[in-house]
């Protein structure tokens, strides 16, 4: 109310002037009297007590039931539930899971047939071999393991191969050979390549059909060839290799994927490898390494299975489960912990969500100050708390002008502020003229009008939030999440602006008045008014009193005087105006 017979007071011109301004602050509700002024500056630089915390150290004693016990409802600095993605994929969004574990296994090109095999496998008939030997006789052959496994070595005989593997050749045909000739002679034996072989892939594939390869190829080889699994039909976790018509291996291709570990088998001609119908599907989303849709071995799976397989972030504290049963929408909340004995169904999804209230609040620090510039407070810690933690010289800082700057706040005055402009857009364009005259004036008025509209929409708020009395006593505001607390500079000038002849910076002196530095900055200019003077307070306080005497870091603003006589719509005009002054400033 006070502010409003202030405004009447000043009229038109105090009103344009303002909403002009840059954006301004709000004023917090201060203490009632009895708590020890902030004015008064010790000589010296004030440390923080033995003991306290520092920088992003807690603030306040964590065993301090009143310090940790939540009251009240959620705040805005909590938010609500949230889902963050892992560090090293800054790239993915948090989402709903679409690709199946696994999928991308065969993603490649098919691969080319091996002409050397690996170490372990098992060589039979079909596969090339080289045997050569030197000294007291020498001999060199590359022949291929006929059908009954053996090799021919002229001056030697034959030696079994077929059932040794890849690795084991340079000692079995050593020792053959050792049983003909005891000494002086050396053998060097080595595998050329495996013999091709026809299996046949079916099942839910993407081109079944008679594959050839390698017999030293493995199962995900042929399944690559076969275009690999078909991600929504197949399974990659129930595989089976079929030999004469019986099952000779099962796969599960998780065990590769997650531990790199195959059947050891060597496939012969004419086997049939069998990818079976998908199982049962369960899909983890949100805060998790593996955003993926899971496979059930069975027909269900257990929550901390799917933990395993999800991995979710430290930061998941919750999860949301949802599904059908008995034909109808399931929808179930848990924690992590809880979702751990949970029993998951096909087609389920587990949503992981960050959904526990921080128990502290980071707070920045701007301005003059000695100590860290981020500071980790608990979630209810007082604004007067945290000043007590900050380190700053009194003889640099004006801790009388400390202020809060609020993201939230500034979120707030920058709705409110379009909700008066969008009123006064429509008001201007549905305004009814009763002759040409009038229109042709409201046609001018308009495209002023439009023209501040536009200026006012650009403007951002700040967010500041005045802490400070006249006595630099600080308000007891709770600090929220992502403040930052503004220390400003000490200094000893008063700057002089608005409509005045020559703005500029005055030396501050005590026995000085407003309008002394009026007439030190060349007195008011042809549209300033004596009557109509504002002091801007370090802090963002505004005074709209004549007989204020302005301190040290002051803003002293001469504000033009305006005619609301060439204004049609002046009421409209004052009235947006008006709104608008309230929400950047408050006025003292």
């Given at each position: 109310?006070?502010?409003e017979m202030?405004l009447?007071?000043?009229?038109?011109?105090?009103?344009?002037?303002?909403?002009?301004?840059?954006?301004?602050p709000?004023a917090?509700?201060l203490?009632?009297?009895?708590l020890?002024?902030?004015?008064?500056?010790?000589p010296?630089?004030?440390?923080?007590?033995p003991?306290?915390?520092?920088g992003?150290?807690?603030l306040l004693n964590?065993?301090?039931?009143?310090?940790?016990?939540?009251l009240?409802?959620a705040t805005?600095?909590?938010?609500g539930?949230?889902?963050?993605?892992?560090?090293?994929?800054?790239?993915?969004?948090?989402?709903p899971?679409t690709a199946?574990f696994?999928?991308?296994?065969?993603?490649?090109?098919?691969p080319s047939p091996?002409?050397t095999?690996?170490?372990n496998?098992?060589?039979?008939?079909g596969?090339r071999?080289?045997?050569t030997i030197?000294?007291?006789?020498?001999?060199?052959?590359?022949?291929?393991i006929?059908?009954?496994g053996?090799v021919?070595i002229p001056q030697?005989?034959p030696?079994?191969?077929?059932?040794t593997?890849?690795?084991?050749?340079q000692?079995?045909?050593?020792?053959?050979?050792?049983?003909?000739?005891?000494?002086q002679v050396?053998?060097?034996?080595?595998?050329?390549?495996?013999?091709?072989?026809?299996?046949?892939v079916?099942g839910?594939?993407?081109l079944p059909?008679?594959?050839?390869g390698?017999?030293?190829?493995?199962v995900?080889?042929?399944?690559a060839?076969a275009?690999?699994?078909?991600?929504g039909r197949?399974s990659?976790r129930?595989?089976?290799?079929?030999?004469?018509?019986?099952?000779v291996?099962?796969v599960?291709?998780y065990n590769f994927?997650?531990?790199g570990s195959?059947?050891?088998?060597s496939?012969?001609?004419?086997d049939?490898?069998v990818v079976?119908?998908?199982?049962a599907?369960?899909?983890?989303?949100?805060?998790?390494?593996?955003n993926?849709?899971?496979e059930?071995?069975?027909r269900?799976?257990?929550g901390?299975?799917?933990?395993?397989?999800a991995?979710?972030l430290?930061?998941?504290?919750n999860a949301?489960?949802?599904?059908?049963?008995?034909?109808?929408?399931?929808a179930r909340y848990?924690?992590v912990?809880?979702?751990?004995s949970a029993?998951l169904?096909?087609?389920?999804?587990?949503s992981?969500i960050?959904?526990?209230?921080a128990p502290?609040?980071?707070?920045?620090?701007e301005?003059s100050r000695i100590g860290?510039?981020?500071?980790i407070?608990d979630r209810?810690?007082?604004?007067c708390t945290?000043?007590?933690y900050?380190?700053?010289?009194?003889?640099?800082?004006?801790?009388?002008g400390?202020f809060?700057?609020?993201?939230g706040?500034?979120?707030?005055?920058?709705?409110?502020?379009?909700?008066?402009l969008?009123?006064?857009?429509?008001?201007l364009?549905?305004a009814?003229?009763?002759?040409t005259?009038?229109a042709?004036?409201?046609a001018?008025e308009?495209n002023l009008?439009?023209?501040?509209?536009q200026?006012?929409?650009r403007?951002?708020?700040?967010g500041r939030?005045?802490v400070m009395?006249?006595?630099?006593?600080c308000a007891?505001?709770r600090?929220q999440?992502g403040?930052?607390?503004?220390?400003?500079e000490?200094?000893?000038?008063?700057l002089?602006?608005?409509?005045?002849?020559?703005?500029?910076?005055v030396?501050?002196?005590?026995?000085?008045?407003?309008s002394?530095?009026?007439e030190a900055?060349?007195?008011?200019?042809?549209?300033?008014?004596?009557?109509?003077?504002?002091?801007?307070?370090?802090?963002?306080?505004?005074?709209l009193?004549?007989?204020?005497?302005?301190?040290?870091?002051?803003?002293?603003?001469a504000?033009p005087?305006l005619?609301?006589?060439?204004f049609?719509?002046g009421?409209?005009?004052?009235?947006?105006?008006?709104?608008?002054?309230?929400?950047?400033r408050t006025?003292?």
């Amino acid at each position: 109310m006070r502010a409003e017979m202030t405004l009447r007071r000043f009229g038109l011109p105090v009103l344009l002037a303002l909403a002009l301004l840059h954006a301004l602050p709000v004023a917090a509700q201060l203490p009632p009297p009895g708590l020890a002024p902030r004015g008064a500056a010790p000589p010296a630089a004030q440390p923080l007590p033995p003991g306290a915390p520092q920088g992003v150290d807690a603030l306040l004693n964590r065993n301090d039931p009143i310090s940790t016990q939540r009251l009240g409802t959620a705040t805005q600095a909590e938010g609500g539930a949230i889902a963050v993605g892992p560090l090293g994929d800054p790239m993915r969004v948090p989402g709903p899971a679409t690709a199946v574990f696994g999928a991308t296994l065969f993603n490649r090109a098919p691969p080319s047939p091996a002409d050397t095999p690996n170490p372990n496998y098992v060589l039979g008939p079909g596969d090339r071999v080289s045997i050569t030997i030197w000294g007291f006789v020498e001999g060199s052959v590359q022949s291929i393991i006929d059908q009954d496994g053996n090799v021919f070595i002229p001056q030697v005989g034959p030696i079994r191969l077929a059932g040794t593997r890849a690795g084991d050749i340079q000692r079995v045909v050593e020792s053959e050979v050792r049983r003909v000739y005891a000494q002086q002679v050396q053998v060097y034996a080595t595998v050329l390549s495996t013999g091709s072989l026809g299996v046949f892939v079916t099942g839910y594939v993407r081109l079944p059909g008679r594959h050839l390869g390698a017999a030293s190829e493995s199962v995900i080889d042929y399944l690559a060839r076969a275009g690999g699994v078909d991600p929504g039909r197949g399974s990659f976790r129930n595989i089976v290799v079929r030999r004469g018509g019986r099952d000779v291996a099962r796969v599960d291709l998780y065990n590769f994927l997650l531990s790199g570990s195959l059947p050891q088998i060597s496939l012969q001609q004419g086997d049939t490898i069998v990818v079976a119908p998908q199982g049962a599907l369960v899909g983890a989303d949100g805060s998790v390494r593996n955003n993926f849709l899971f496979e059930v071995a069975g027909r269900a799976m257990a929550g901390s299975e799917l933990l395993r397989l999800a991995a979710p972030l430290p930061a998941a504290t919750n999860a949301v489960i949802r599904g059908t049963r008995g034909g109808q929408p399931f929808a179930r909340y848990v924690t992590v912990r809880e979702l751990s004995s949970a029993q998951l169904l096909d087609q389920d999804t587990v949503s992981f969500i960050t959904d526990a209230p921080a128990p502290t609040v980071r707070v920045s620090v701007e301005g003059s100050r000695i100590g860290p510039s981020v500071l980790i407070a608990d979630r209810d810690a007082s604004l007067c708390t945290v000043l007590d933690y900050i380190e700053v010289d009194p003889r640099l800082a004006n801790t009388r002008g400390v202020f809060l700057l609020r993201p939230g706040l500034a979120q707030a005055q920058q709705r409110t502020i379009n909700e008066a402009l969008d009123r006064l857009e429509r008001q201007l364009f549905l305004a009814v003229s009763a002759t040409t005259g009038v229109a042709q004036i409201r046609a001018s008025e308009a495209n002023l009008v439009a023209s501040y509209i536009q200026r006012a929409r650009r403007t951002a708020p700040e967010g500041r939030l005045v802490v400070m009395d006249r006595s630099g006593r600080c308000a007891d505001v709770r600090v929220q999440d992502g403040d930052t607390i503004v220390i400003p500079e000490r200094v000893e000038t008063v700057l002089v602006g608005g409509e005045v002849r020559a703005p500029q910076a005055v030396v501050w002196r005590q026995n000085m008045r407003l309008s002394d530095y009026i007439e030190a900055a060349g007195g008011f200019a042809e549209r300033g008014s004596s009557g109509s003077v504002m002091i801007r307070k370090a802090s963002g306080r505004l005074i709209l009193d004549a007989n204020e005497a302005p301190e040290p870091g002051d803003e002293v603003v001469a504000l033009p005087m305006l005619d609301p006589k060439y204004f049609q719509i002046g009421s409209d005009l004052l009235n947006v105006i008006f709104q608008t002054a309230l929400v950047y400033r408050t006025f003292d």
